[in-house]
């Protein structure tokens, strides 16, 4: 019934970001759609010197306990010479009204990015003879980091999302949320070494492997990117919200759908610019089964807007917003929109009842529920077998 790319992990305590991971292949009774001639799982993590009890207390201490980019007195002078001052003070205040600043684009900064349980100086090298299809199943595994993935002088043909094949869809760069998987399928002719780059979202560290005809070789490692700034757009247009109470979603009306959350094992602050959606597991329904949904803005999506908005913006990026990705060598980048499934998994019916998860939560606390309730708190939804539930 079902194949492909997974993984597990543990759910008890902090054992997932400390060590308890895996990859799950499981492998089709007929053929795969697509051609490869050698097979590599690529599994991202991110590993802190600290323990993940540790992280915890310390972010609930102070939620920006571990960002180490954020603006200085020399920025605000900067941004008043350029934009004038009572435009950068109105700025300032509408941020720390809100109770966060420019560089929350990750919660976790001074990890080692590994792959394969590898870090960076430690190479995971992955052999091929020139001329072959190498399959490479990538996972990320990290607690909280997105990777922008990309191999220099070799395109990637996505053929899987989420263990779901796809209609193939070449691209030079693609970003990965927490717990999604991707395989992509590569093809490098020459002899020579290959660097499989994965770049934390927030530019703050990086795995990196390498593909090669043999062992010991290596391929020159890219410089990290600048780091992206968050704009308003990322926040989903919240200008004129300043002095709102953001621990607590009354009075909202219009953004039920917005994220003041945090998904399981996903950061806050890795969510600008896609409030009210869950594109990691969008419960039971695989992303690439998402059809007549990608023209829509997901950026600021209300519960009732559905339907009502237009533009051409990706989920993962709001319009405007610092975070929307360029490949590396000015090439393609991977959009949900680009994803279509090879079979689609499901009939099309439509759904019987609809249950609306309000993700709530407070960030200077560093708590996070839904519909206001934490998880230790709240009661189990319930489902029918073979029911269809929006």
């Known amino acids: 019934?079902?194949?492909?790319?997974?993984?597990?992990?543990?759910?008890?305590?902090?054992?997932?970001?400390?060590?308890?991971?895996?990859?799950?292949?499981?492998?089709?009774?007929?053929?795969?759609?697509?051609?490869?001639?050698?097979?590599?799982?690529?599994?991202?993590?991110?590993?802190?010197?600290?323990?993940?009890?540790?992280?915890?207390?310390?972010?609930?201490?102070?939620?920006?306990?571990?960002?180490?980019?954020?603006?200085?007195?020399?920025?605000?002078?900067?941004?008043?010479?350029?934009?004038?001052?009572?435009?950068?003070?109105?700025?300032?205040?509408?941020?720390?009204?809100?109770?966060?600043?420019?560089?929350?684009v990750e919660d976790l900064q001074?990890?080692?990015?590994?792959?394969?349980?590898?870090?960076?100086?430690?190479?995971?090298?992955?052999?091929?003879?020139?001329?072959?299809?190498?399959?490479?199943?990538?996972?990320?595994?990290?607690?909280?980091?997105?990777f922008d993935i990309r191999i220099p002088g070799l395109q990637m043909t996505v053929v899987q999302a989420d263990g779901n094949n796809v209609q193939p869809v070449t691209v030079d760069e693609f970003r990965m949320g927490v717990a999604e998987t991707y395989d992509v399928i590569v093809r490098p002719k020459e002899e020579q070494a290959y660097t499989i780059f994965a770049e934390s979202m927030g530019r703050s560290g990086y795995a990196r492997g390498t593909l090669a005809p043999e062992a010991g070789m290596v391929a020159a490692v890219p410089e990290l990117r600048e780091a992206a700034r968050l704009t308003m757009a990322d926040m989903g247009g919240?200008?004129?919200?300043?002095?709102?109470?953001?621990?607590?979603?009354?009075?909202?009306?219009?953004?039920?759908?917005?994220?003041?959350?945090?998904?399981?094992?996903?950061?806050?602050?890795?969510?600008?610019?896609?409030?009210?959606?869950?594109?990691?597991?969008?419960?039971?329904?695989?992303?690439?089964?998402?059809?007549?949904?990608?023209?829509?803005?997901?950026?600021?999506?209300?519960?009732?807007?559905?339907?009502?908005?237009?533009?051409?913006?990706?989920?993962?990026y709001a319009a405007g917003s610092g975070l929307v990705p360029t490949a590396a060598n000015g090439g393609k980048f991977l959009s949900y929109s680009d994803l279509r499934a090879q079979k689609p998994l499901y009939d099309e019916r439509e759904p019987t009842r609809e249950i609306e998860l309000k993700l709530t939560g407070n960030m200077e606390r560093y708590t996070w529920s839904i519909n206001g309730v934490k998880y230790e708190d709240a009661d189990p939804i319930r489902l029918q077998y073979g029911e269809r539930v929006r």
């Open 238 to 316: 919240m200008e004129g919200m300043e002095g709102m109470d953001h621990s607590s979603m009354a009075g909202m009306e219009g953004m039920e759908g917005m994220d003041h959350s945090k998904m399981t094992g996903m950061a806050q602050s890795d969510m600008k610019g896609m409030e009210g959606m869950d594109h990691s597991k969008m419960a039971g329904m695989d992303k690439s089964d998402m059809k007549g949904m990608e023209g829509m803005d997901h950026s600021a999506m209300g519960q009732d807007s559905m339907a009502s908005m237009g533009g051409a913006s990706d989920p993962f």
């Open 1 to 104: 019934t079902q194949s492909g790319t997974f993984w597990y992990h543990s759910h008890a305590g902090f054992q997932e970001p400390d060590g308890a991971y895996g990859a799950i292949v499981i492998e089709p009774e007929g053929r795969e759609p697509f051609r490869y001639d050698r097979d590599y799982v690529v599994q991202l993590t991110d590993k802190h010197p600290h323990s993940g009890g540790r992280i915890m207390r310390n972010l609930k201490i102070m939620p920006d306990y571990y960002n180490r980019e954020q603006q200085t007195v020399g920025d605000f002078f900067s941004d008043a010479s350029e934009n004038g001052l009572m435009a950068t003070v109105k700025d300032r205040m509408a941020w720390g009204d809100m109770r966060m600043m420019k560089a929350d």
């Open 110 to 146: 001074g990890f080692t990015g590994l792959m394969n349980g590898k870090g960076p100086d430690q190479n995971w090298t992955g052999i091929f003879e020139p001329g072959e299809r190498i399959r490479l199943r990538f996972i990320n595994s990290s607690a909280m980091t997105y």
